[in-house]
């Protein structure tokens, strides 16, 4: 890693030169949706032009749960990349209450996928074929413990007589720590953690537990889906917390601790889906999730902890050597994001007519 202050003499002659730049380590994204189809066309190449690997979510209709549907599903993204990008999709199991631990240990040894990805059965969006029972899963998660393959949780309560601002401790206290008791040698990443009470059970369970950290999480808090008006494309699963919480995890994401890593969660919806009376729940980053984050580090005085949390913690935590070659961002100002083109439709992007802080250069 590099940090420069100013800029290098190669910024452009008409472009202010910035006040920091820096230079890290190609970065990964540890929790990604990609959909399929014309969607997958239009946001895979925004994942590809900031990160090296991807870990892609499995909760496409239907489901990918065997090992023929996550090879087909990573040829299709392989297709989609564009020409010269050399972006590698990592593949996830998705886990039901008929999953077999002989089909995941298949898919882990054949490398068809790296990971198994709990839903519990509702939390979220194509998350009804998920898990209703974890008791029934016992089976699959202590193969997935003798293999040493990851477990990734989406972790809220699905009770209906529980707020939805406390779905995410409840599972933590009601579910997690007993499964992390009951299975004391396997792996689990907690993904896209949003409260403190989290943030503390993972670290009370690392190094064998990690937890990814959103860029929307770092950024906003629960106000935001309600400032002016109900903000449709602030809502997400798990919902931004109390300020407090969002506190904490800048505190967690910047301060060094190798336990938290990079996962957007970046999650595309066409507009109508988002701004419909019943709106779908996601938050997209399109191409601005590192100059989100940069922002953020920046803002907390830590862009040395920034290549670090976007490039090594989650490589080591799955076992993969960091990448090679670089990515530079500069604090200059970026043009606000803009919609994604679908034709009849368009997927509203973070920040969307906000001017960025950050750029990133190459």
Sequence with gaps: MTLDSPAAPSTPADTPSPRRQITIRRPDDWHIHLRDGEILRKVLPLTAMQFARGIVMPNLSPPVTTVEAALAYRARILAALPAGADFVPLMTCYLTDTTTPEEIERGFSERAWI????????????????????????????????????????????????????????????????LLARHQGLKIVAEHVTTAEALDVVRAHAPRMGATITPHHLMINRSAMFQGGLRPHHYCLPVAKREHHRLALRKAATGGETCFFLGTDTAPHPRRAKEAACGCAGIFHGAIALQCYAQVFAEEGALDRLEAFAAFNGARFHGLAPNEGSVTLAELPADPPQPLDLGEDEIVVFREGETLPWSILR
Excluded: Q
Aim: glycine share 6%; net charge negative.
């Design 115 to 178: 990971a198994a990805k709990l839903y519990p059965a509702g939390a979220t969006t194509n998350a009804h074929h998920g898990v209703t029972d974890l008791n029934r899963l016992a089976p699959v998660l202590e193969r997935m413990e003798r293999i040493g393959m990851p477990l990734l949780t989406h972790g809220e309560s699905t009770d209906p007589t529980v707020d939805i601002f406390d779905r995410e401790a409840r599972f933590m206290e009601e579910s997690l720590v007993p």
